[in-house]
T-cell receptor, first 109, second 114 residues
């Protein structure tokens, strides 16, 4: 069983739409959580951390549900520039970061 | 950005030859990592380092070795390259332990084994 699982998509949405991704993790001892963004043939870049109480950064909202072991990312008012692959990341044992395979988002004009 | 550079960025090599990928960081980060990324598998940890000369295996370490003789450099060696090691390799680093400290990636090294 994979440590972190994501729906690979693609999610095809029009500009201005709201889109949500979920990610589940298997280890209940997981300690910290992040969303990364990866553009085609580029390195992953940190989008935002995910805090237990939920957190927002502009159009992006991240939520954590420890009881059900899932993390979500909500993107409001999608822009063409949001088109990318979004990676869910879970950390436990301090030194190890586990990545989901990513969810691909295509925002269409 | 963490100032991580990888070299070479692209390489084609023949099966059975040794290959070394270099990762250099200028941030004095303690922790460094090597990942490979393949379609359908996402990023998988090969090896990581928690200090000079301190390294440990990740989930896909077979066929790979690493060395860290200086804080800023982390080398990944494929002793005898195989076609299954064709992949994109990302180096990453992290400043220190702490729940809010995450990892930052280099630009990647594209390796093709023919």
């Amino acid at each position: 069983r994979k440590e972190v699982e994501q729906d690979p998509g693609p999610f095809n949405v029009p500009e201005g739409a709201t889109v949500a991704f979920n990610c589940t993790y298997s280890n209940s001892a997981s300690q910290s959580f992040f969303w990364y963004r990866q553009d085609c043939r580029k390195e992953p870049k940190l989008l935002m951390s995910v805090y237990s109480s939920g957190n927002e950064d502009g159009r992006f909202t991240a939520q954590l549900n420890r009881a059900s072991q899932y993390i979500s990312l909500l993107i409001r008012d999608s822009k063409l520039s949001d088109s990318a692959t979004y990676l869910c990341v879970v950390n436990y044992n301090f030194n190890k970061f586990y990545f989901g395979s990513g969810t691909k988002l295509n925002v269409k004009p | 950005d963490a100032g991580i550079t990888q070299s070479p960025r692209h390489k084609v090599t023949e099966t059975g030859t040794p290959v070394t990928l270099r990762c250099h960081q200028t941030e004095n980060h303690r922790y460094m990592y090597w990942y490979r990324q393949d379609p359908g598998h996402g990023l998988r940890l090969i090896h990581y380092s928690y200090g000079v000369k301190d390294t440990d295996k990740g989930e896909v370490s077979d066929g790979y070795s690493v060395s860290r003789s200086k804080t800023e450099d982390f080398l990944l060696t494929l002793e005898s390259a195989t076609s299954s090691q064709t992949s994109v390799y990302f180096c990453a680093s992290r400043p220190r332990q702490g729940l809010r400290n995450t990892i930052y990636f280099g630009e990647g090294s594209w390796l093709t084994v023919v």
